[in-house]
């Protein structure tokens, strides 16, 4: 995906500034989401599930705290928090709550847009490189170049029981194992072929989990209602 196709939410209460940092997005081709308190910050990623967030801390009924750690529970889509918190325990907070980069208020909106090009070109580089990643969780194991998976604590290798497009599946899901992936996600990443309906996807994901199953992981990938799939291991 390239960025001019990325949708990017900005978490923050102070409408000049978001009006300043929407423009600079949108001038440089992103799509761009507001929000103006914490809640709403959280509703919108739910709903429209952004493929970046810029987030104010000092925010009304959820903090830009709580907000970040709610979205790393369940994703790994790149945050950059900008706030007039300035002291290093902020800084070294919000980078081990998971978050990719720090803008400290007042800011140069040129350097913003900078910094979020910058942790997107490092996403992209790891995609690049795919071919020399193991991928792991708990349970999986993803060999890219070999072109194996194993299962559990034994190392079962079901590789060969998948198909090209279960295998694509599973390695879109394993590279960010808490994010949500939308069925329209999926279909663009893993299914390059034309197969372009929500019941196709549907379908591989239900071969895959019962693939899977037999191998004694259950319940992988898990079902977000209404959203999508994650790996969820």
């Keep these: 995906m390239t960025h001019q196709q990325l949708t990017v939410l900005v978490a923050e209460d102070d409408p000049a500034i978001t009006k300043i940092v929407t423009a600079y997005l949108e001038k440089d081709g992103f ?90 070109r490092r996403m992209n580089h790891y995609h690049l490189n795919d071919s020399l990643m193991v991928y792991k969780t708990k349970n999986i194991e993803v060999n890219v170049s070999e ?38 996600e999926l279909m663009e990443a893993c299914l390059p072929e034309g197969e372009v309906n929500d019941r196709t996807v549907d379908s591989h994901i239900s071969k895959l989990r019962k693939k899977l199953d037999a191998a004694g992981l259950k319940f992988v990938p898990e079902s977000i209602r209404g959203f999508g799939y994650r790996l969820g291991d």
């Design 31 to 120: 799509s761009v989401l507001t929000a103006e308190n914490g809640e709403q910050a959280l509703t919108m990623f739910s709903q429209h599930l952004p493929g970046f967030v810029i987030l104010d801390i000092n925010m009304p009924k959820k903090n830009g705290w709580e907000v970040l750690s709610a979205i790393k529970k369940v994703s790994d889509v790149p945050v950059l928090m900008l706030t007039a918190l300035d002291t290093d325990i902020d800084k070294v907070f919000a980078l081990r709550t998971g978050a990719d980069d720090y803008v400290v208020k007042p800011f140069n909106p040129s350097e913003l847009l900078a910094r979020v090009h910058v942790i997107l």
């Design 147 to 184: 072109h194996q998976v194993f299962i559990g604590e034994s190392m079962h290798d079901i590789s060969g029981y998948l198909t090209t497009t279960e295998f694509r599946v599973l390695l879109h899901l394993i590279r960010f194992p808490k994010r949500v992936f939308t069925r329209r």
